[in-house]
């Protein structure tokens, strides 16, 4: 009978024994899990901050990529101006030399096309009187023809710039036009008004006087001096 309870007793010892090393093994296991469930939450949390940072930079590409198609679609536009632009002008020197034909090969006005700008130089022979601002006969007949291919132009600006030799103004004259830059500025306004009259916009048109100070040949020659003395009626963009 005792040795039957020893038997017992060692198969329990066995048992708890047993019980004891799966119960240590399976807290070691769960603790195993517990640190892989710890890492898997970190990587996750990696993972959606790593995502979250991924969309705001697709939003953000996407934001710059719209911001350059705007820009693109602009700029395009902006080309199809200047085109648009380049081709009237082009129009119109093809209609100003046809219209002036006679002047440019009396060679009283010339004109030239650069950088944007279209440029009708007109000797002051074909205008004005020596000392004087108003248009004579010749010259408004001349404006006239001038007028018709302007009258035209919408979406430009108009600049008539006078210019003079350096010949300083004296006597009774220097009355009304006490330098060179007052003699120009009333014969740039002189042949605006005509322009106007003739069906110019005039929400277009400006007049400048330069006097003596921007020439383009040598004052110390009556050819140089007479030269200088000229009116440009300029064709440009409009400024922004």
Not at 21 to 37: P, V
Request: aromatic share 4%; hydrophobic share 40%; glycine share 6%.
């Amino acid at each position: 009978m005792k040795y039957i309870s020893v038997v017992a007793a060692g198969a329990m010892c066995v048992f708890i024994l047993t019980g004891c090393a799966e119960l240590k093994e399976l807290r070691i296991e769960t603790s195993e899990q517990k640190g892989m469930i710890l890492q898997l939450e970190k990587d996750y949390q990696i993972c959606l901050n790593e995502l979250k940072q991924t969309k705001e930079k697709v939003s953000q590409a996407e934001s710059d990529l719209e911001i350059m198609g705007v820009d693109l679609r602009n700029k395009q536009i902006e080309l199809e101006k200047k085109d648009i632009a380049v081709r009237k002008q082009s129009e119109a020197f093809d209609q100003m030399s046809e219209a002036m034909k006679e002047e440019l090969k009396a060679k009283q006005v010339a004109l030239k096309e650069l950088e944007g700008k279209l440029t009708l130089t007109m000797i002051e022979a074909i205008l004005f009187d020596s000392g004087k601002a108003d248009v004579k006969g010749a010259g408004v007949d001349a404006l006239k023809k001038v007028a018709q291919v302007l009258k035209n132009i919408k979406d430009q600006e108009i600049i008539v710039a006078g210019y003079t030799d350096n010949v300083k103004i004296g006597g009774i004259l220097a009355r009304t036009y006490p330098t060179n830059w007052e003699l120009s500025a009333a014969r740039a306004i002189s042949v605006v008004k005509i322009l106007a009259a003739e069906g110019v916009d005039p929400h277009i048109l400006a007049a400048a006087g330069y006097g003596e100070y921007r020439p383009v040949a040598n004052n110390e020659t009556p050819e140089g001096r007479a030269e200088n003395r000229r009116m440009e009626i300029i064709l440009m963009p409009k400024l922004k």
